[in-house]
């Protein structure tokens, strides 16, 4: 079996089974007096192989080669494109509202705790659903889904900006109706990318999608806050977004090309075996490298979950206690510090996930275990420069600019590099599902909590005072560079595993030859196709003896 044989009991043996594996030479799976098995696959249709051969006398040959995944070349990177610029908005849209939050919280006269919930509903909302569209984006045409929840998202977007000041709840829905939509994409689209492209080129697309996860982070609070200046209304931030959205509906209708599951990696869909939804689960929690590079993953989100909302704010109360700035007794604020916090994001977030995957290139020729490596260096490297500039803030702003910049830089060094590591570790066909359990783990216990944890800094108030506020909340972000440690710990953790996971997850897809290796680790008990002369026959799996 591809040069490994799995030691132990087969299935229907009541004796344990010992897992390990041990080199042998290649064999042959097929008949040895069927000549043609040869050629023949594992798996195959009824009618696979039985068609006339062409053996490329007198046939006239193929202008360009047609991509195995069913998309050409250049309608690949024109979909990355399109996809990369749906994310920028997602993003744009998801920190608008942290560029304008002194402005809500003059608006309807609420609290921190009651800000935080803003941002905490939305994720709820986003990771509740991630599983339902992870799901469908499994089974499903994946470029419909993503359709109707961005046009969904846009028009939900639209409608927040109309709310008055006496319907605070009216704005906390639609901040979690916006979320479906943003659900619906953001399982689906990296699994595009991995249907269009493998190795290096899926690291480098990757990579260049994620791109828009800092820089639209960042636009979304220099937009936000400059609409909001312009227009001296903060409602207007959130109508520029919406029409952008429509036209990403348009664009993905019209230019992305839905391709064919798996079989960029040689592993055609029609020959894929679709599992029961709990089967794939429970084979994702028998993969530690995807769980632990998820909760490293998470303690990423719990970090800048924390930052996104509360950065700028915490920057504009600094300002106020140290007398730079005037307190915002009513509307439009200073949102000066949104600008320069956009800025800052923006640039750390295209260096952070530059630097993250070329450090992980070149670390690759020395170790296979490079990308939880470069992810636990960055959360490592990144929690003193945090930490530092909290307790800066009040001593001297362009510190503290420089420590959230350098802060930043290595925190966004994760970001393609987690996403390539589950690609590899998840067969094609649950790659939306394991995407959905990242997102419910990362965001249920990192940034759905930690812009509300963070928020009740109110209770620390030892007085209703300026100085207070800025205390407070300085102590509470001080929580953000122990959770980055951890996160740290996880991925050092991780690369124990990655090797191991990252062969069972390639053995299953070279299925020609490793088929009994696949159906033991990913499979309860489904059924495969044995090739009985030039034709195929189902059995089920607990009849093989492996």
Not at 203 to 217: D, E, Q
Request: aromatic share 12%; charged share 15%.
């Amino acid at each position: 079996c591809a040069g490994y044989e799995l030691r132990g009991s087969y299935r229907g043996s009541s004796a344990p089974l010992n897992k390990t594996w041990a080199p042998l030479k290649t064999i042959s799976v097929m008949s040895r007096t069927d000549v043609s098995a040869d050629t023949t696959p594992f798996f195959s249709d009824d009618n696979e192989g039985e068609g006339p051969t062409d053996n490329g006398v007198g046939s006239p040959q193929p202008e360009e080669e047609e991509s195995a995944s069913g998309v050409s070349d250049r309608r690949a990177k024109v979909t990355v494109i399109v996809l990369c610029y749906i994310n920028l908005l997602n993003y744009m849209d998801r920190f608008t509202v942290a560029g304008v939050l002194p402005d809500i919280e003059q608006f309807f006269s609420i609290s921190d705790g009651k800000s935080g919930l803003l941002q905490t509903v939305f994720i709820c909302s986003y990771m509740f659903l991630a599983p339902l569209f992870g799901y469908l984006g499994d089974r499903c045409n994946r470029k419909s889904i993503m359709c109707v929840g961005i046009f969904f998202w846009s028009l939900v977007t639209l409608a927040s900006s109309f709310i008055g000041k006496e319907h605070f709840w009216a704005l906390l829905l639609t901040r979690g109706l916006v979320g479906v939509g943003e659900a619906s994409y953001s399982t689906i689209a990296p699994t595009i990318i991995a249907d269009l492209f493998v190795k290096e080129t899926r690291t480098n697309m990757l990579s260049i999608f994620y791109f828009a996860i800092p820089v639209g982070s960042g636009l979304g609070y220099i937009v936000g806050s400059k609409v909001n200046d312009v227009a001296g209304d903060w409602h207007w931030a959130l109508r520029v977004t919406p029409g952008l959205g429509l036209l990403a509906v348009i664009l993905l209708f019209f230019v992305v090309q839905e391709p064919k599951r798996g079989a960029i990696e040689a592993l055609p869909e029609h020959t894929l075996h679709r599992t029961s939804w709990m089967t794939d689960i429970k084979a994702l929690c028998r993969n530690p490298s995807f769980i632990l590079s998820t909760f490293g993953f998470t303690t990423v989100a719990f970090v800048t979950g924390s930052l996104a909302l509360w950065a700028p704010a915490f920057l504009f109360r600094a300002g106020v206690f140290t007398g730079e700035k005037q307190p915002c007794l009513k509307v439009p604020c200073d949102n000066s510090d949104s600008v320069i916090f956009g800025i800052i994001t923006v640039v750390t977030g295209i260096l952070g996930v530059a630097s993250g995957v070329q450090a992980s290139k070149k670390l690759r020729t020395r170790t296979p275990r490079a990308d939880p490596l470069v992810c636990a260096a960055g959360l490592l490297l990144a929690a003193p420069f945090l930490y530092l500039s909290i307790m800066f803030a009040q001593a001297s702003t362009v510190a503290t600019y420089v420590f959230i910049f350098l802060g930043e830089t290595f925190l966004s060094m994760n970001w393609a590099v987690v996403a390539d590591m589950l690609l590899y570790v998840v067969i094609p066909t649950r790659r939306s599902t394991a995407e959905a359990f990242q997102i419910v783990l990362s965001h249920l216990l990192g940034d759905a909590i930690s812009p509300y944890l963070i928020g009740v800094s109110d209770s620390i108030k030892k007085s209703d005072s300026y100085m207070w506020e800025f205390r407070s909340l300085q102590m509470s972000l001080l929580l953000c560079s122990f959770v980055a440690v951890g996160g740290g710990a996880f991925f050092l953790a991780t690369a124990l595993f990655i090797e191991q996971d990252r062969h069972l997850a390639e053995n299953c897809m070279l299925w020609k030859y490793n088929i009994l290796t696949c159906l033991f680790y990913f499979s309860d008990d489904a059924p495969i196709i044995v090739p009985k002369r030039g034709r195929s026959t189902k059995v089920p799996v607990s009849s093989v003896l492996i």
